[in-house]
């Protein structure tokens, strides 16, 4: 399995990047999937999650209102659009997926998700 992220970059605060997650090896159609981020020096956090049909979103308090997390299972793709992005938003995103079922679900804990990809750097400067 393989999880390939692209869509990172350098952007002024006030602009926007999509991330896109690529999966491939197995399909997620039927899986959660999410986007964590690490800061340098920072543990990695929770920013975004999107249940299996996409009918539920999740968002980490501080990207709330300005990321949208979204899915195209027929891809088995995840994105991620960034809007409004500050310096602090400055980090390595990481998609991740669930694989497998019968535990529950949170959402925002690192331990859920069996999957991961690479990572891909964003940098907002001021």
């Known amino acids: 399995v393989q999880m390939v992220e692209s869509g990172g970059g350098l952007v002024q605060a006030g602009g926007s990047l999509r991330l896109s997650c690529v999966a491939s090896?197995?399909?997620?159609?039927?899986?959660?999937m999410g986007w964590f981020r690490q800061a340098p020096g920072k543990e990695r956090e929770f920013v975004a999650a999107?249940?299996?049909?996409?009918?539920?979103?999740y968002y980490a308090d501080s990207v709330k209102g300005r990321f949208t997390i979204s899915r195209d299972n027929a891809k088995n793709t995840v994105y991620l659009q960034m809007n409004s992005l500050k310096p602090e938003d400055t980090a390595v995103y990481y998609c991740?997926?669930?694989?497998?079922?019968?535990?529950?679900?949170?959402?925002?804990?690192?331990?859920?998700?069996?999957?991961w990809g690479q990572g891909t750097q964003v940098t907002v400067s001021s």
């Open positions: 991740a997926a669930v694989g497998s079922r019968g535990r529950p679900y949170y959402h925002n804990r690192e331990y859920e998700y069996d999957y």
């Open positions: 999107i249940t299996w049909s996409g009918s539920s979103t």
């Open positions: 090896g197995r399909t997620f159609s039927s899986y959660p």
